[in-house]
């Protein structure tokens, strides 16, 4: 009875380890083209929070719709902007060569140049209420 205690007891004593070794979040690739992979690291171990928010925004801090039917492209007064390739965008490489800009209480829109296309930056308000679901959904 007293093996089966110590037991359980130095079971409970590592676990809080073993689950928080189990949350760790892992750098997305697509974080590497704009953080070192020390600065990711280092992440990893003292601010998981930090990179798990990372992660998810590469994500979810932005999407990109079409300009309704109706609209023409040239009324919108949104800034214009070059991307390459819309469909693999990484924001965060975006964001630091076209110095796009994203506003705390409202959503930013940019026009995808020669197409009827708009990125759309969430509000920072909004992202943090998301994420703040995804990390009680998820338990980091």
Known sequence: MKRILVLFVTLLAISPGL???TNAPVPDDRLLAVFDADHLEKLRTESPLQLHRYNYYLDNGW???DIPAGKEAGALQFPVVHIEDPEHLNIFVAQRELALKRVF???TYYRLEGTDKVLVLRAEKTFARMFDAERRKRGF
């Open 19 to 21: 689950r928080a070794q």
């Open 63 to 65: 999407f990109i719709v």
């Open 105 to 107: 209480d409202r959503p």
